[in-house]
Structure formats: C-alpha cells, structure tokens
C-alpha cells in the first residue's frame, strides 16, 4: 500500500512512523509513507496557503488552490493516474474508473465520518490513500469536491490533521497482510466483530502482588477458558 501524506508539518510523522510495526511493514515494502508538503504548492514568493475567511471570523483557513494542487500532485503519482481524464469541472468525474477503485483521498476533518475499526479494515482495501491534513480554523469547502471521504478520530478537535492522519494510518498499516505477528490476532481483538472488546488477558507470574490470575485459565481447559472469554468479551 502506497500512502501519501499532505501535511504542512511532515517533521511530525517519523518519530511515529520508523518505530515497531509501522517501521516493519515500510522495511518489508508492505507499506510505503511519503510526504507532501502542502507549502510547497503555496501562492507567490511567501508561498502563502492560508487566507482570512469571507463573511469574517477569527483564524486563518487553508487556500483552496495550493491544497487541490497538492491533491493533484499525489494522485499523479499513484499507480494508476495514467487513466486520468481531463474534464477539470467535474473534479471527481475526472478520476478514472480505476483509480477511484483502488485509491482513496481522505480528508481528516472533525466534520468528518467517525472512524471505526470496521473502516480501518475498509481501508486495508486499497493501493493508494492520499491523506490531508488541515490546519488552522481549517480549509476552504470546496476542497471537499476534490475528496473521496472526509474522516473524524473524534468528537474533540485537535490542532491539525496530523495526529488523526497517524491515527488512520497505523489502524490501517497493522491490518496489512504480514504486519501482525500471528495472522489471527487482528481477527479476535476488540471490535473486529464490529461490537465486542477483546477479553482481560494475563501472563506470567501467577500472582502479583496478591493479583491472582482467575483459576479458570490455568486449569487447561479449553471448553471453560472459550468460554470464559466469550463471556468476559460480552
Ligand atoms: N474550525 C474547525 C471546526 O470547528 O470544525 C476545526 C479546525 S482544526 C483546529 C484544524 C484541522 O485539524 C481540521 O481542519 C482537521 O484537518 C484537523 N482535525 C482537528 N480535529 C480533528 C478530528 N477530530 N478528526 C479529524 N481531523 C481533525
């Protein structure tokens, strides 16, 4: 999975990214991060990408031009942009059919549909997702014409894009075939079936501090501990 990131701060991801799992699926080619820097694609010598929003108000929200432009620029670099068509005034037309199959460009905006697990396995689904990360009092609206789906961590509000988009980003990358150590344990963890919470679990040593670990799952039996478990998961 290629994965594109379009951030004003892209100093923030590595720390977060070159570590454990998320380390491991880049240093396998299972998933490739990349940076866009949205000020890169910012208007004349200042390379400005914020500006005051019409009808007034505090903040700054992001141009429209320099964030569909960085849009743009990633989607020529997935792997299917050669079928592109040219028809600019219908920017989601414009997409081939491919493209739009297999790519995503996602919006992170408190706005936006709540994440679940259930949409982080979606995701799993395809080649390429573009993410963009706002910032400020956040963008222009009709950038959201140029996006495939706009996503919300939460319901609270964070300074910027980034975060969420790391968010999004190790759900997804931690799902990915061969990222996992064993290939079952995405399966039964908490809300894989879209409800439950994984059961409590224990390892050594048996006591601990006068924590005991429940009879049950040193008894080796397998019926009782299933169902334990079933019933600790409920
Ligand atoms: N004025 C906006 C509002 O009230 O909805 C909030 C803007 S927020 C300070 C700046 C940017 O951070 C947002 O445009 C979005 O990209 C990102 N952001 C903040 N909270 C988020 C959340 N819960 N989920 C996804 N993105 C979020």
Known sequence: MKIQII???PEMFPGVFNASMLWKAQDKGIAEI????????????????????????????????P????????????????????????PKAARSTLNAQRSKVILLTPRGERYTQAKARELTQYDDLILVCARYEGYDERVTEYVDEQISIGDYVLTGGEIP?????????RLLP??????TSALIES??????????QYTRPENFR?????????????????????????
């Not at 569909?68 to 028809?87: C, F, L, N, P, W």
């Not at 061969?178 to 290939?183: D, F, Q, S």
């Open 7 to 9: 951030t004003l701060f």
């Open 178 to 183: 061969g990222v996992l150590g064993g290939e």
């Open 210 to 234: 006068g924590l005991k670990v429940p009879n049950v799952l040193l008894s080796g039996n397998h019926a009782e501990i299933d169902k334990w478990r079933k019933n600790k998961s409920e």
């Open 165 to 173: 988009a790391m968010v999004v980003v190790d759900s997804v990358v």
């Open 34 to 65: 990349s940076y866009i820097n949205l000020r890169s694609f910012g208007i004349g010598p200042r390379k400005q990408v914020d500006d005051t929003p019409y009808g007034g108000g505090d903040g700054m929200l992001l141009k429209p031009e």
């Open 191 to 200: 809300f894989s079936d879209g409800q439950n919470l994984e059961y409590p």
């Open 67 to 90: 964030l569909v432009a960085a849009i743009e620029a990633a989607q020529q670099r997935t792997a299917y942009s050669v079928q592109r068509t040219g028809d600019k005034t219908n």
